[in-house]
């Protein structure tokens, strides 16, 4: 297999400093604490936590904190910083993103647990034609093969980009159907999210079009499948599956009031770990709070404080479960800044070494649901304009205010109306309704932590490293091109696509044929079926299987 490298090595993992007491706004890691970790240093953790704030800038994280008024719990496990750049631009999307650091290999844009067609980016190699698209094996993967139980999370569909990047492959991040299905023949004990719109047939925008109704194969799975917060925290199974909404889920300032039924990002993490670390090899676990990014897309102060304080009560719960196990590594980070987003805009060139905390602070207190909770009490006539307006934080309007929001046509154009208002009541500013470019803060605890300027591909490294696998051998393991394998055994491979949206491939030697149904992790021979320990990926018009798969068809071949 050819690899993705870096050329340069000065962006590898940077030992970590020893320091007398490390202060971090109000929160002081004592010598004490610091001694009690390097201990742990010395050997590898039995229980892995990687959690993404998706989208998060770190003026973000700095606004969050002040609109708290305390340290968050980010703070005292604050270890360096990451690069995030992919294998095609300064600025990533969050596919590639989620793919470097589950797999530890930069790539494209859009681009799922699969290798780069591109590579432009300074200092990396390229990739052979060969192994363009071809999928990579991620570090859930990897924990499965140790015997560890696995789990994702996320407060988007479940099927989104950086939590599909974690548990599937495919070069179009947009195809729920493919990545869900992967998902489901991954076998992780945990999965919970959003997402069940694209679990199933039905007329919705992201429903099934294969007809095959994931569901039902979850609980034929054993799953305990769960819809609700309550459903969830009483669940006793090993097993669960929690999709509690069509789509995502609620941001956190809006769910009580909207949708209350749907848990917590901290109780998902926390029900998460309890049900996984009842598995006496250990556990790996993926969490993502997605919702900051689509915040900062909207220019949304209060989404992104809203959804950054939900994934800081997540990371609490982590690392209060790291403390007291003593042998769980914690990696928290975001994949990518967002927004441009400044504390202090055009109104603070003068003054803004005098402006009080204040003057950005309390407009933001006003709000009481973030731009998307708001503008959902919308009258179809906009009618209650300036009662929307209220809950997002804007009461007293101005003349020149309503005039602004009056200008708005349709429910779609109020919102970014109102987010202008807003950025401008609390002196905030925002460059752009994208990505942006700059390395981001790197926090964790635990055995075998990691610390310094690391590129965002370390963090699989450092997490397949700890947990005891190669990840490079893994893909070669699991993802082999299936015509040529299985010439080696002399046998020729077909695609049967009578069904368009389910093809099999068609493994044929002499009297002999084999059946492997794609993005499943199954074989029939001889009206048997076996799992495997792979699903079968497609990518780029190409069959990809695992060695497992070859060697029962040479078995049976005998």
């Known amino acids: 297999m050819v690899k993705l490298r870096k050329k340069m090595i000065g962006l590898t993992i940077a030992g970590t400093v020893a320091v007398g007491s490390l202060v971090i706004g109000n929160s002081i890691m004592e010598p004490a604490q610091a001694k009690s970790e390097s201990k742990k240093k010395g050997k590898n953790p039995e229980n892995v936590i990687v959690m993404v704030m998706d989208g998060t800038s770190s003026t973000a994280t700095t606004l969050a904190r002040w609109y708290k008024g305390e340290p968050l719990a980010m703070d005292e496990i604050m270890t360096g910083g990451v690069r995030t750049y992919s294998a095609e631009s300064a600025i990533t999307d969050s596919a590639p993103a989620g793919t470097a650091m589950a797999t530890g290999n930069k790539s494209n844009s859009g681009y799922v647990g699969v290798l780069p067609s591109l590579v432009n980016s300074p200092s990396l190699e390229q990739v052979s034609e060969e192994d363009k698209f071809r999928p990579v094996a991620n570090i859930m993967e990897g924990a499965e093969r140790t015997g560890r139980a696995t789990g994702i999370i996320a407060t988007s569909e479940i099927q989104h980009a950086t939590p599909a990047a974690f548990s599937a492959h495919h070069a179009d991040r947009n195809n729920f159907e493919v990545l869900g299905e992967q998902q489901v023949y991954q076998d992780m004990e945990v999965v919970l999210g959003g997402g069940k719109e694209a679990l199933q047939p039905g007329t919705g925008k992201k429903s099934r079009k294969d007809n095959e109704d994931l569901i039902k194969v979850i609980q034929e799975k054993d799953y305990d499948f769960v819809e609700t917060k309550d459903e969830l925290l009483k669940s006793k199974s090993n097993k669960i599956w929690g999709s509690f909404s069509n789509s995502a889920l609620a941001y956190d300032m809006d769910r009580e009031e909207t949708n209350p039924e749907q848990p917590t990002l901290a109780e998902m993490t926390s029900k998460s770990i309890e049900t996984l670390s009842k598995d006496k090899d250990g556990?790996?676990?993926?969490?993502?709070?997605?919702?900051?990014?689509?915040?900062?897309?909207?220019?949304?102060?209060?989404?992104?404080?809203?959804?950054?304080?939900?994934?800081?009560?997540?990371?609490?719960?982590?690392?209060?479960?790291?403390?007291?196990?003593?042998?769980?590594?914690?990696?928290?980070?975001?994949?990518?800044?967002?927004?441009?987003?400044?504390?202090?805009?055009?109104?603070?060139?003068?003054?803004?070494?005098?402006?009080?905390?204040?003057?950005?602070?309390?407009p933001l207190k006003k709000a009481?649901?973030?731009?998307?909770?708001?503008?959902?009490?919308?009258?179809?006539?906009?009618?209650?304009?300036?009662?929307?307006?209220?809950?997002?934080?804007?009461?007293?309007?101005?003349?020149?205010?309503?005039?602004?929001?009056?200008?708005?046509?349709?429910?779609?154009?109020?919102?970014?109306?109102?987010?202008?208002?807003?950025?401008?009541?609390?002196?905030?500013?925002?460059?752009?309704?994208?990505?942006?470019?700059?390395?981001?803060?790197?926090?964790?605890?635990?055995?075998?932590?990691?610390?310094?300027?690391?590129?965002?591909?370390?963090?699989?490294?450092?997490?397949?490293?700890?947990?005891?696998?190669?990840?490079?051998?893994?893909?070669?393991?699991?993802?082999?091109?299936?015509?040529?394998?299985?010439?080696?055994?002399?046998?020729?491979?077909?695609?049967?696509?009578?069904?368009?949206?389910?093809?099999?491939?068609?493994?044929?030697?002499?009297?002999?044929?084999?059946?492997?149904?794609?993005?499943?992790?199954?074989?029939?021979?001889?009206?048997?079926?076996?799992?495997?320990?792979?699903?079968?990926?497609?990518?780029?018009?190409?069959?990809?299987?695992?060695?497992?798969?070859?060697?029962?068809?040479?078995?049976?071949?005998?």
């Open 283 to 362: 556990f790996s676990l993926f969490v993502e709070g997605s919702k900051p990014d689509w915040a900062a897309h909207a220019n949304d102060p209060i989404g992104m404080i809203s959804d950054v304080l939900a994934f800081d009560a997540a990371v609490a719960e982590a690392v209060e479960f790291a403390k007291k196990d003593g042998n769980t590594m914690v990696i928290a980070v975001t994949d990518h800044g967002n927004s441009g987003i400044s504390i202090g805009n055009s109104n603070t060139t003068k003054g803004y070494d005098t402006t009080p905390v204040a003057k950005y602070i309390e």
């Open 368 to 558: 009481k649901m973030t731009i998307e909770g708001a503008t959902s009490k919308l009258k179809d006539d906009l009618s209650n304009l300036e009662e929307v307006a209220a809950l997002y934080g804007l009461e007293n309007l101005t003349t020149d205010e309503k005039e602004k929001l009056k200008a708005a046509k349709t429910k779609e154009e109020v919102g970014p109306i109102l987010s202008k208002l807003l950025a401008n009541r609390a002196n905030l500013g925002f460059t752009t309704g994208g990505h942006t470019g700059e390395d981001v803060f790197l926090y964790a605890y635990g055995p075998q932590k990691p610390s310094g300027l690391i590129d965002n591909t370390d963090i699989a490294k450092t997490v397949s490293k700890a947990m005891g696998f190669d990840l490079e051998e893994l893909t070669d393991e699991l993802f082999l091109d299936a015509e040529s394998a299985f010439k080696k055994v002399k046998a020729t491979v077909k695609v049967d696509k009578t069904d368009e949206a389910n093809p099999v491939l068609v493994v044929t030697r002499k009297n002999l044929r084999a059946e492997l149904p794609v993005n499943k992790d199954m074989i029939r021979i001889k009206g048997k079926e076996y799992n495997l320990d792979s699903v079968i990926v497609e990518s780029n018009g190409k069959f990809y299987v695992p060695a497992e798969a070859v060697n029962l068809f040479k078995k049976h071949a005998r």
